[in-house]
Nanobody, 124 residues
Framework: QVQLVESGGDLVHPGESLRLSCTAS????????IGWFRQAPGKEREGVSC????????NYADAVKGRFTISRDRAQNTVYLDMYSLRPDDTAVYYC?????????????????WGQGTQVTVSS
């Protein structure tokens, strides 16, 4: 059974950092494109970052470019999202998802399988 589980969400202050994890079961993540998305209350789900299969290219939304980093840990079958210099407008539920598209895209509608999400709140 394919499953994606996000973890690492927390309440942090502006300027702090956080690492989100997306751990998979039922498949090998290295063979798939993995995307990170977020949805704030009252807003549509938006793409944050993605990493293509294997050592393929990555992509970042303009709003997080230079502050967020996506990476793989093949031994842990996990994809991370390292978030630095967090701002209040980064507050959202963060989701990971998988797809086979290469190179990866930040369009949520193109992803097939999703995790349940993890809450990130940035507040002073």
């Amino acid at each position: 059974q394919v499953q994606l589980v996000e973890s690492g969400g927390d309440l942090v202050h502006p300027g702090e950092s956080l690492r989100l994890s997306c751990t998979a079961s039922g498949f090998t993540m290295d063979y798939y494109t993995i995307g990170w998305f977020r949805q704030a209350p009252g807003k549509e789900r938006e793409g944050v970052s993605c990493i293509s299969n294997g050592d393929g290219p990555t992509n970042y939304a303009d709003a997080v470019k230079g502050r967020f980093t996506i990476s793989r840990d093949r031994a842990q079958n996990t994809v991370y999202l390292d978030m630095y210099s967090l701002r209040p407008d980064d507050t959202a539920v963060y989701y990971c998802a998988r797809d086979r598209l290469v190179p990866c895209t930040l369009q949520a509608r193109l992803y097939d399988d999703w995790g349940q999400g993890t809450q990130v709140t940035v507040s002073s």
